[in-house]
């Protein structure tokens, strides 16, 4: 399922085109909207731990590791 996600800050992010390429590097805006399919997990950091998520776009890159704390969810009901 996609969901229309906003960036609380503007990040620099590692875009995964394929395995067989690079990492791109994309710069995303505070209030950018995308939408992806969330994959949520928890990792262990230097502060604990902490709620990040892959996010799958239809395109069929992927940016790895994306902390809650720098998006949201968007109700486009409103």
């Known amino acids: ?10 990040l620099l992010l ?5 395995s067989n390429h690079r990492l791109e590097q994309m710069l995303v805006r505070q209030g950018a ?3 992806a ?3 949520p997990y928890v990792v262990r950091g ?3 731990f902490e ?3 892959d996010l799958l776009f239809a395109d069929g890159t992927a940016i790895r590791k994306i902390s809650f704390a720098s998006f949201e969810f968007v109700d486009e009901d409103k």
Request: aromatic fraction near 8%.
């Open 37 to 39: 399919q969330v994959r």
């Open 51 to 53: 709620e990040v998520a």
């Open 33 to 35: 909207r995308l939408s």
């Open 46 to 48: 230097r502060r604990g």
């Open 14 to 18: 590692d875009v995964e085109v394929s």
């Open 1 to 10: 399922m996609f969901h229309t996600i906003e960036f609380k800050n503007e």
